[in-house]
């Protein structure tokens, strides 16, 4: 499995990023797809994920209304716009594919495939 997030960037506080994240050595379709943040000297936390057809999002809470998750499966992307930028988002953002039921929470140590991140700075 390979995952190569992109379009992390230096950012002022409220404005925008879209992020991507390529997957591929995976049937990318059979798979939610999430991602988590890790901001300096913190744990890896979630983000938000979505379902394998796309059709369900499910948000945490610090971003929730701010953010949006979405993917297209024929092209094994996955996506991620950040509205209303804090410097609280400052962090590395990274994609991740699970299997788990839909509803359950999702921590950073069930997750076996990492890729490499993107990193997302903002200042105030």
């Known amino acids: 499995v390979q995952l190569q997030a992109s379009g992390g960037g230096l950012v002022q506080a409220g404005d925008s990023l879209r992020l991507s994240c390529a997957a591929s050595?995976?049937?990318?379709?059979?798979?939610?797809m999430s991602w988590f943040r890790q901001a300096p000297g913190k744990e890896r936390e979630f983000v938000a994920r979505i379902s394998s057809n796309g059709g369900s999002g499910d948000y945490a809470k610090s971003v929730k209304g701010r953010f949006t998750i979405s993917r297209d499966n024929a092209k094994k992307m996955v996506y991620l716009q950040l509205n209303s930028l804090k410097p609280e988002d400052t962090a590395v953002y990274y994609c991740a594919p699970d299997r788990y039921p839909w509803g359950m929470a999702l921590t950073s140590d069930l997750i076996t495939s990492w890729g490499q991140g993107t990193l997302v700075t903002v200042s105030s």
């Open positions: 050595g995976l049937a990318f379709s059979t798979y939610r």
